[in-house]
């Protein structure tokens, strides 16, 4: 294979890298000409407020990746209250 079909190929497989781990807030960032804040608001807009589950698992993952205590308890508190308001 010569260097040139290795060039080729290459940039053939980050293509397809690329394309099977979408990301829908760089997506709107290059479509809308936006930073990371602006895209991240619209986007989160349109998915509407988190559920009790989605909540629940941010939680979980955050425990794991080893937040302190005092953040996770904060968090958890003020979703209850989040949950609350919107009942």
Do not use: F
Request: one cysteine or more.
């Amino acid at each position: 294979m010569s260097r040139e079909q290795e060039g080729l190929l290459a940039n053939l497989s980050a293509a397809v890298v690329n394309r099977r781990r979408p990301n829908p807030i760089k997506d709107y960032m290059r479509r809308h000409g936006c930073g990371y804040p602006e895209a991240l608001e619209v986007l989160a807009a349109q998915l509407g407020p988190p559920t009790a589950r989605d909540i629940r698992r941010a939680l979980q993952t955050l425990g794991r990746a080893g937040a302190p205590v005092d953040l996770l308890e904060a968090l958890e508190a003020w979703s209850d209250g989040q949950m609350q308001q919107a009942a």
